[in-house]
């Protein structure tokens, strides 16, 4: 039962990323189809938003944000691999795709600097992530070393985790010693304020000391 709503919950936050990702990448060209900007000066609308681009796109990033984190607990919790690495590439290779489309169609110039910019940007994390997308997936190396970016997402989501099980929870007795000999170390002065905050921290995230 918990394995199943594990995958539900896997594909309704995937699914609502890429959900975000196309009203981004949508909204972006419905703006840049009256020249690339929209909006107001001094309270004057000087060129209105197509439909509703003003609230959507704001939106769309926001949601994008909040459900890649909330896709990547839920991997992290089934201990099921992500394709979170693939995100940041999806993104803005989707929106370079844009700018040199306008760029080159309307002879924009500026655009396809900003295209070029942007596929930069999706590319090289893409390149780096490729290899080790492929010993998971293809070659079945489950231990792969993940690239740096993916490491850091994923030590960020294993701290979270670890913090959300424990509210609303009584300390268990071996963290209460701990918390007290942390304690009594700092009052005799064998810890400064920085090393007892910092072993303090460690010790409410469950790490050892």
Same mark, same amino acid.
């Given at each position: 039962?918990?394995?199943?709503?594990?995958?539900?919950?896997?594909?309704?936050?995937?699914?609502?990323?890429?959900?975000?990702?196309?009203?981004?990448?949508?909204?972006?060209?419905?703006?840049?189809?009256?020249?690339?900007?929209?909006?107001? &000066?001094?309270?004057?609308? *000087?060129?209105?938003?197509?439909?509703?681009?003003?609230?959507?796109?704001?939106?769309?990033?926001?949601?994008?944000?909040?459900?890649?984190?909330?896709?990547?607990?839920?991997?992290?919790?089934?201990?099921?691999?992500?394709?979170?690495?693939?995100?940041?590439?999806?993104?803005?290779?989707?929106?370079?795709?844009?700018?040199?489309?306008?760029?080159?169609?309307?002879?924009?110039?500026?655009?396809?600097?900003?295209?070029?910019?942007?596929?930069?940007?999706?590319? &090289?994390?893409?390149?780096?992530?490729?290899?080790?997308?492929? =010993?998971? *997936? &293809?070659?079945?190396? +489950?231990?792969?070393?993940?690239?740096?970016?993916?490491?850091?997402?994923?030590?960020?989501?294993?701290?979270?985790?670890?913090?959300?099980? =424990?509210?609303?929870?009584?300390?268990?007795?071996?963290?209460?010693?701990?918390? +007290?000999?942390?304690?009594?170390?700092?009052?005799?002065?064998?810890?400064?304020?920085?090393?007892?905050?910092?072993?303090?921290?460690?010790?409410? =995230?469950? +790490?050892?000391?």
């Amino acid at each position: 039962m918990k394995r199943a709503i594990g995958v539900v919950l896997l594909l309704v936050f995937g699914g609502l990323v890429t959900v975000c990702t196309t009203v981004v990448f949508l909204s972006m060209r419905a703006v840049m189809d009256i020249g690339g900007s929209c909006g107001s &000066v001094d309270n004057e609308v *000087y060129r209105p938003c197509p439909g509703n681009v003003a609230g959507l796109l704001p939106g769309a990033i926001w949601g994008g944000l909040i459900f890649t984190g909330l896709y990547v607990v839920v991997c992290a919790k089934w201990k099921v691999p992500s394709f979170v690495s693939l995100l940041w590439p999806a993104l803005f290779l989707s929106l370079g795709y844009n700018f040199f489309d306008y760029g080159i169609s309307g002879r924009q110039f500026g655009f396809i600097i900003c295209g070029v910019v942007f596929v930069l940007m999706g590319a &090289v994390p893409l390149i780096w992530a490729l290899p080790h997308l492929w =010993r998971v *997936y &293809v070659e079945g190396v +489950e231990d792969d070393p993940k690239p740096w970016h993916v490491a850091a997402t994923g030590s960020a989501v294993s701290s979270s985790l670890k913090l959300l099980n =424990r509210l609303g929870t009584t300390p268990d007795e071996d963290m209460t010693d701990s918390l +007290e000999r942390l304690d009594e170390l700092h009052r005799k002065g064998a810890l400064d304020d920085l090393e007892y905050a910092k072993a303090k921290d460690r010790v409410i =995230r469950g +790490e050892e000391t």
